[in-house]
């Protein structure tokens, strides 16, 4: 058998894998990365890009709809309606473009891509096939591998994905509109998804086993998410477990909190409960690195227990986020080209692209308190602030929390329309170790939604002036 | 804060336990990662013993000249986070290290425990590598509670204001500086954090003046031209100055081998020295058109091969210089294999590679064998079997050779040939001054089996067929 040999060999072509491929490449590192489907990973082609494309479709239809009644705007529009096909070639056509630039980014810094899926041999060496059927796998060594194969999408044991059953991925390129869509789980998934299907005109009920929706955030934060849930129609059972189909298989069973059984009918029933680390169907098990739980266990370099066995993004386990797998890449790949580097962000930052947005960065007023931090926490709402106005969504706040004794942000959090956009100076403030001060004597353009973070800021130093 | 314990590593090859030869760092000290603590040697090599993180040392595990047992603690360092001992898991504590760190100026190192190397070692074979501690035995862990409570109160002072000062090699300017809490991340932006990494520096030990706390670019830059400040500026002319210092070097590791050898040598060994003129003209002639001519493929001759040669040939009628002699059995081994002995300069000290064999190897092969072993034994990587069973020695110090030397015997053997430098002398030939390569060899014997004469009669037929190199080859 032939064998290919490389530095380093980066399992994986998402967000942290390709990231630590252009920076190693960068430094001088011969690399190889292997990819069995289209680069970009799940944020690319099935997660982060795709889901905004359809949110940012739905809502566009859902303001010329909204249009077609009585508007304050004075716009009237008539008859508007959705080519569904178009808008799923549209998206795929972000995606595709995207994806494409990942893939001129790694050959412009020339990049090796291996298109095939691979299994681990040892520490050092995996066997690259094209699918199931191929009997003449590529042998690739590298003298570092880089494990960055993602997460996958979680079931539900009692009702697998297939038929009505369907999971985020098939959500995100549907053929059809579905009458009535059951969205088991009421994390950031199911909602931004079951928000984009109640806008394009399905009746949407949202099944969540927790007392509230959004339930890894805080209640105050995630009111006015649930304020706009109901204003846009979409059903919302909280306290209740799916149990399966029904025998005919067209409505999902759910029992309430009190035991109660009953039966929701649906087309189809979106399973968004969650992802897992990638971590079987690739002979991960041989190396038998230590874990953490499901995730692999590594330090605060990205080590794994054994040595030059790296491991990046979601396959490391929570928090599953992009940025924070392509951080860690670009770490590993500046720390095997010898330059000393450690994982220590300040803060990473986290958006809900709901309806309105929720973001939160560093500690909230509960992890604070429970850190043992005596803490000065101020919220100020959109309603008071004027672009929030000219925008027509007055929902939400921005919330500051710093330590008592020396005015340190430790915390940012918010929620109302387009405030992910505010995760920037949350994070840029927290990784800075910003004071209220600091944030306060900065002058921030008027009229934007970021007044509201000086404002918040000159609340808790208990001088605000536009409230 | 927590404490993270380095263990002597397994070196390989079956070793068990280890001398440690030296410290490069004391307690109180600040040390990188990969920095290089201690230097171990075996029978066979010096090893160094790098740090796995970065922090302050708390105790040594051992003092220089104490043999130690592998996965017997080497080192306790404090880290930021949580180390690999956990608090109230602790084991034996710094075993063998009470006497080093106790009067070292911490006050807050833990003196409590006398628990012996091999006991450490036992304990530790139960706390697996990455220190999930499984609890050991009940009574030492009791003990050990309030010492431990001690140490972590002291370390919290000891950590914010006073560290950074005592780091700066004692010119105890600490800047007015927010205090940090224990435990306490330290602040730092990103690039700052960046720069800290690069240079190697933990800025958890490092003041921050900035609002809050925050640890500036300029902390960062006045903490490391503090740690790097040299001495006070001297007196007003240092080329004349008053010495007063002194330092005491222990002979450890390989320094106390070679001691003992050599005094083992001289004491046994009645040795006489005898020393020849040789005529190397000839010799060099041929030396000099071999390496022209081969050099280049088969690598360049030095005196070295022909030498060895001419030993070679030269013990076939002087077997009692070719031998062992072991005086209390009163046994005296004549060997028909010449083992050659070439004693090298190493950074640690003399070492005598062997050369197995000699007599099968042409003036190339012997040449090649020469330039590995010396290497070997330089990096300290020369086995056993390399450095030891020679049957007569080679001692050559090249252009420092002098004009005369007084080898000492590599005991048990009877027989040491010292090369002397070689240089153009004007001789006389035939009644007229000729210039030649002339170059000494100073040889000592064992007088107790080697008489004069024997001794005179060997090295004169050494001389012989350098004089007239074409003998090297037909006999």
Known sequence: MDIQHTTLLVIGGGPGGYITAIRAAQLGIATTLIEGEQLGGTCLNVGCIPSKAMIHAAEAFHQAHHFMGDSTLGIHVEGARIDIGQTVRWKDGIVARLTGGVGALLKKHGVKVVKGWATIVDGKTVDVTKDQADTKPVRIQGEHIVLATGSVELGLPGMPFGGRVISSTQALSPDSIPKKLVVVGGGYIGLELGLVYRKLGSDVTVVEAQDRVLPLYDEELTKPVAASLRKLGVQVQLGSKVQGLNSAGDAVRVQDAAGRESELAADQVLVAIGRVPHTHGWGLEKLMLAMNGRAVKIDDQCRTSMRNVWAIGDLTGEPMLAHRAMAQGEMVAEIISGKRRHFAPAAIAAVCFTDPEVVVAGQTPTDAAKAGLDCITAQFPFAANGRAMTLESTDGFVRVVARRDNHRIVGWQAVGAGVSELSTAFSHSLEMGATLEDVAGTIHAHPTLGEAVQEAVLRALGHALHI | ?475
């Open chain 2, 1 to 475: 804060m927590g404490i993270h314990i380095i263990k002597m590593p397994d070196i390989g090859e079956g070793i068990a336990e280890v001398e440690l030869v030296a410290w490069h760092v004391k307690v109180g000290d600040m040390v990188a990662e990969d920095q290089i603590l201690a230097d171990v040697m075996t029978d066979k090599a010096t090893v160094e013993i790098p740090s796995s993180v970065a922090g302050k040392v708390l105790a040594l595990g051992g003092a220089v000249g104490q043999v130690m047992a592998v996965g017997s603690e080497v080192i306790r360092i404090e880290v930021e986070g949580a180390g690999n001992l956990k608090p109230g898991a602790t084991n034996a504590a710094p075993a063998a290290a009470a006497p080093v760190s106790a009067p070292a100026g911490a006050p807050a190192t833990p003196t409590a425990t006398a628990a012996s190397v091999s006991s450490s070692a036992r304990s530790n074979e139960q706390t697996p590598a990455h220190g999930e501690q499984t609890p050991v035995r009940a009574e030492p862990v009791e003990a050990l509670r309030p010492a431990q409570g001690e140490r972590k109160s002291g370390s919290a002072t000891a950590s914010n204001g006073a560290a950074p000062a005592r780091h700066g090699n004692g010119n105890g300017k600490a800047p007015a500086a927010l205090v940090r809490a224990p435990g306490d991340k330290p602040i730092a932006s990103p690039s700052v954090r960046r720069q800290a990494w690069d240079l190697g520096v933990e800025l958890q030990f490092v003041p921050g003046t900035g609002t809050a706390g925050r640890i500036t670019h300029e902390d960062l830059q006045a903490y490391v031209a503090r740690a790097a400040q040299a001495q006070p500026a001297g007196v007003a002319d240092q080329r004349y100055a008053q010495r007063l210092d002194e330092q005491t070097i222990p002979v450890i590791g390989l320094r106390r081998k070679i001691a003992q050898k050599m005094q083992e040598a001289k004491r046994r060994i009645p040795h006489f020295t005898y020393v020849e003129e040789v005529d190397m003209t000839e010799l060099e002639a041929l030396r000099v058109k071999l390496n022209a001519q081969h050099g280049k493929e088969r690598g360049r001759l030095t005196v070295l091969p022909f030498l060895a040669r001419a030993m070679v040939l030269a013990v076939r009628s002087h077997p009692e210089v070719n031998a062992r002699y072991d005086d209390e059995a009163a046994v005296e081994t004549r060997f028909g294999a010449v083992h050659l002995g070439i004693a090298t300069q190493t950074q640690g000290g003399l070492m005598v590679p062997v050369i197995r064999h000699a007599e099968t190897l042409d003036l190339w092969a012997c040449a090649a064998e020469v330039l590995r072993l010396s290497e070997a034994a330089r990096s300290g990587k020369a086995t056993r079997d390399e450095l030891t069973g020679s049957t007569i020695t080679i001692t050559s110090l090249g252009a420092l050779g002098g004009i005369v030397s007084t080898p000492v015997i590599n005991h048990p053997e009877v027989a040491i040939v010292g090369v002397n430098r070689m240089v153009e002398r004007p001789m006389v030939r035939n009644g007229v001054f000729v210039a030649r390569q002339m170059m000494n060899l100073s040889s000592s014997f064992d007088h107790r089996v080697v008489d004069g004469m024997n001794a005179a009669e060997f090295v004169q037929r050494i001389r012989g067929y350098l004089e007239c190199p074409a003998t090297l080859f037909v006999e």
